[in-house]
Structure formats: C-alpha cells, structure tokens
C-alpha cells in the first residue's frame, strides 16, 4: 500500500522565514494531495489541496509543489508569522478514496 | 460554516460501556471515514465506508464496528470501551465529482475511557 513519508518532524523559523515542509509517497496513481494545519487541541483544518495533473499552486503565502516524477509533494509557507505555529500534515488520496497521512510536522515560528 | 458534523464533541465514559460517535455530512459525498488521533501522533483509519452499508475496514479495526444507514450518517461504535480507545476520533468524507475532488473533515470528538 501507499507510504507517505513527512519531514522534519520539527521546525523551528523565524519570524518572517520561510518554512518548508516534504512530503514523499510511493503510488505513482495517487490522484490527490492536500495540505492540513491542527493548531493544539484543534481539528484538521485544509490549508491547500491539489489534484495529480497540477504541479504548482500558490495562495495566501502558501506554496504546494508537487513533482509526480520524483513523487514529492511540498508546502512552502513563505513569510512565516507566529501564527502559522502549529502541526502540518500532508495527505494522499489514491483512486479508491484511500487518504494516506503523513506522521506531521511541528512547526514553531519565533518572533 | 461546517460541512461534516460530529456529535458528541467530548465524551467521557467508564470501561466496558458502549460508545456511539456519530458523523454526519450533507453533501451527498460517498466515501466517509473514521480515524482517531493519539497524542502527538499522525491519524490512524479506523473504518472507510464507500455508500450505504459498503464499509471496510482500514488499518486498526479491532474494538470498532461501524454503521452507515443512510449516505449522510456514519457512526463508530465501541461495544465495551477500553481505557486504550481514549483518543480523539476524526470523521471525515469525500467525493470525486467528474475531474474534481472534494475531501472534509469534521472537527473532532474527544473520548475519554476511564
């Protein structure tokens, strides 16, 4: 089955910083990526997602790359404020609707 | 505005009582899931149900059972609840739509097994 590997598992920037954060997965048919953001205590909530026919798109100050030939996805928070502190996890979804997550990163943004 | 919706929000019971989370979602979206979340941890699948009465089982199904009556309702099911199922269970459901592709997630039950 599908493994997605997420790293750092920690990272610490400063304010003003960029952060980025990798992801790795092995289907070559996984049809979906998404970003999510857990602040403590909180829920999932969706920063960005894009389908597999997509390499790049940029919102807000975020930036998802995703290179299908090396199978990499990644999430480039550019200008990283204290706000941005908290847990990003990637997910991939493959054709039957399996999401698969990544283990997390803690990101914490000094000022 | 929240598209998928948990109840209860937190929960405390007793080991060896039964536990029912329940989700729900009005999008009309197929696929629904169940995952729980362990403390600092990643989220682990529970059960994937593709429509009315076609569940699977995911990657840790052993302590859960699940239903699904209608689209819009799925429900977790903890016959005889453990002090190890202390967690926080996500739902979550998605649907592809032609060439796009939805996904939700819904904000998360805390359940405490004493």
């Known amino acids: 089955g599908e493994q997605v590997e997420q790293r750092p598992p920690h990272l610490s920037v400063r304010e003003g910083d960029s952060a980025i954060i990798i992801c790795t997965y092995t289907?070559?048919?996984?049809?979906?990526f998404s970003w999510y953001k857990q602040e403590a205590g909180a829920g999932l909530q969706l920063l960005m997602s894009?389908?597999?026919?997509?390499d790049r798109k940029e919102e807000q100050g975020l930036t998802v790359l995703l290179n299908k030939k090396d199978k990499r996805l990644s999430l480039n928070l550019t200008a990283a404020h204290p706000g941005d502190s908290a847990v990003y996890f990637c997910?991939?979804?493959?054709?039957?609707?399996?999401?698969?997550f990544g283990d997390g990163t803690q990101l914490v943004v000094k000022p | 505005d929240m598209k998928v919706t948990q109840m209860p929000r937190y929960l405390i019971k007793r080991m060896g009582e039964n536990v029912l989370l329940e989700c729900g979602q009005d999008m009309s979206h197929e696929t629904m899931y169940w995952y729980r979340q362990d403390p600092g941890l990643g989220l682990q699948l529970i059960y994937i149900s593709y429509d009315v009465d076609s569940n699977s089982e995911g990657d840790i199904p052993k302590g859960y059972r699940v239903s699904r009556k209608k689209r819009e309702h799925f429900s977790l099911i903890l016959d005889s609840a453990k002090t190890n199922q202390t967690s926080v269970y996500f739902c979550?459901?998605?649907?592809?739509?032609?060439?796009?592709?939805?996904?939700?997630f819904g904000p998360g039950t805390r359940l405490t097994v004493l």
């Open positions: 894009v389908l597999s026919n997509v």
């Open positions: 997910a991939v979804t493959n054709g039957n609707n399996r999401i698969f």
């Open positions: 979550a459901s998605s649907l592809w739509y032609r060439s796009s592709y939805e996904q939700y």
């Open positions: 289907d070559s048919a996984t049809a979906y």
